[in-house]
């Protein structure tokens, strides 16, 4: 029997990657993406995209409503999202797109979904570098994951413990796109805008599409989904 | 400004006290509870009254798809229950009533909401000497969370660390509902069974209420809910 991994997928660049680079070590994919309130539908619908294209054993679109309860993010609340014309005017700290315990909240899941499902790794498409600021995509995080993950699990407990996965952690946007591309990762389905115009058409000016947009120019690609209006690109 | 606790409460006798305790320790009290497909609807009920009896500054009542979709456990899937006649029949190992990674997504949703709350501390009920034999209720799982905890939110980043409080840990049963009853916590609102006759009355044989008419035996009380049947209290 394949080996078995859970991939968390939220139908971006960087999750679809992942998805990509799992698959490609051999292992047989179990999909987990979440329902918690996004303010836009696209996202799950993408998800599902990418999970189809890479024909999961299965998808797992968990609903989950801590977020929608708690609010106080701009990506699940009534907040504006930040908008720039250039990347180098990311604010720094943590941004108001910062949304609580998210990746603890999805690895959480992802642990009770593998142990089930007899996984023996999660994969998460976080990234310390292009991150944004958020204090749950750093190293540190990970690991303690992956030990409080192995205390807290039946399987732990018999042995066999799970491992927590973060192949991006130390890549710049433009290496996760090149290697993506290397991979054949499905970048056309794929969806990262904040604040996207009716239809789902990526805005190209929050955090977001700024980063993507400047990975995909560092890394001499070009991005194969449309956009409303595109900042300038500007040299890594 | 007082300061403030979430804690997890699941209208159970030990996540009672652990509100108990909290209270009077001086906290603010934030409760949260989860709509998690749980097979009897009278485990919310008990936990929407116990919060009422302790007039919670904000009870959130967190719906969460996990459990039900991953199935696997005899307290959200149509797997039987064992019973027992007395409490030296319990079984050893992990039982079926062992919900995946339980724990650790339920005090990830606690963290979330500690972050949205300001609060210092998340107080859990579990306890690893009468614990029925679940991986997360064990000492070291509380301290790796912690740990994981700190690294995975703003409030960690920022230098205020959440601490994560398991009073109950080393407490025999007994120990449990004596201190409880000393600080007058509302155990005639609680629920136990982990199958319930209709109306939520407790059944009396299952290791849940084995553990609990045992722990009300051993405090020299005795337990102020029904039952359907009880089992003959043995000596601790």
New interface residues.
């Given amino acids: 029997m394949a080996k078995t991994a859970v991939v968390l997928v939220s139908g971006g660049l960087d999750s679809t990657t992942c998805l990509a680079l799992a698959q490609a070590e051999g292992f047989e994919i179990v999909a987990v993406s979440f329902?918690y309130g996004q303010r836009h539908a696209v996202e799950l619908e993408r998800a599902r995209a990418v999970a189809e294209h890479y024909a999961v054993r299965r998808h797992?679109v968990?609903?989950?409503?801590?977020?929608r309860?708690?609010?106080?993010s701009a990506l699940t609340a009534d907040i504006d999202v930040p908008k720039s014309e250039r990347v180098e005017d990311l604010g720094s700290g943590?941004p108001v797109t910062?949304?609580?315990?998210?990746?603890?909240?999805f690895?959480?899941?992802a642990?009770?979904?593998a142990?089930?499902e007899e996984a023996e790794a999660v994969f998460i498409g976080v990234n310390a570098l292009d991150y944004s600021g958020y204090?749950?995509c750093?190293p540190?995080?990970i690991q303690?994951?992956e030990?409080?993950?192995q205390?807290?699990?039946?399987a732990?407990?018999e042995g066999q413990g799970l491992s927590i996965r973060a192949p991006l952690m130390r890549w710049t946007k433009a290496e996760i796109i090149q290697k993506g591309l290397k991979l054949g990762a499905p970048y056309h389905l794929t969806h990262s805008c904040y604040d996207p115009a009716p239809g789902g058409v990526a805005c190209g000016r929050c955090d977001s599409c700024l980063l993507r947009l400047k990975g995909f120019a560092d890394a001499g690609a070009s991005d194969p989904v449309p956009y409303v209006a595109v900042a300038a690109p500007t040299e890594g």
């Fill in positions: 329902d797992y968990l609903p989950l409503g801590l977020f309860e708690i609010g106080g943590i910062y949304v609580p315990a998210r990746n603890l909240v690895l959480s899941h642990v009770g979904v142990e089930m204090p749950d750093r540190a995080f303690a994951f030990r409080v993950s205390l807290a699990t039946k732990g407990v």
